[in-house]
C-alpha cells in the first residue's frame, strides 16, 4: 500500500509559477514510475508529467513541455511538479500517481493515487 498526498496548490496569475509536491509513504518509494495528472470540470483526465524510478528519464503531455519539470527525490519520498508561465487553461485538480511500470503516459498504469490539489489560474 502506497499513500500519496500533495501540496502547493493555489491561485496564481497568467504567467506565473508555482511547484506542486507529492509525499509518498508506504513501499519503497523508488520502486515507482511517479506522474501527474489533472482534470478541469467537465474534461476528462489528462496526462501532464511522469519521471522514472531514478530520476533519469522524464516525459511530458505536449501542452506542458517546455513550461513544466517534473522531478523527484527519493530521499524524500518526493515528486515535484514545477510549473512556469501558467495559463488559464491549465487550472484543474492535480494529482499524483505512482506506476509499478514505466508506461508513464497512461493512467490505467498506475496504481495508487492521491487526492489531487487545486490550482487556479487567472488571466
Known amino acids: 500500500q502506497v499513500q500519496l498526498v500533495e501540496s502547493g496548490g493555489g491561485l496564481v496569475q497568467a504567467g506565473g509559477s508555482l511547484r506542486l509536491s507529492c509525499a509518498a509513504s508506504g513501499r519503497t518509494f523508488s520502486f515507482y514510475t511517479m506522474g501527474w495528472f489533472r482534470q478541469a470540470p467537465g474534461k476528462e483526465r489528462e496526462f501532464v508529467a511522469a519521471i522514472s524510478r531514478s530520476g ?12 513544466f519539470i517534473i522531478s523527484r527525490d527519493n530521499a524524500k519520498n518526493t515528486v515535484f511538479l514545477q510549473m512556469n508561465g501558467l495559463k ?22 498506475y496504481d495508487y493515487w492521491g487526492r489531487g490539489t487545486q490550482v487556479t489560474v487567472s488571466s
Open 56 to 67: 533519469s528519464r522524464s516525459y511530458y503531455a505536449d501542452s506542458v513541455k517546455g513550461r
Open 88 to 109: 488559464p487553461e491549465d487550472t484543474a485538480a492535480y494529482a499524483c500517481a505512482a506506476s509499478r511500470t514505466e508506461v508513464a503516459g497512461t493512467a490505467q498504469s
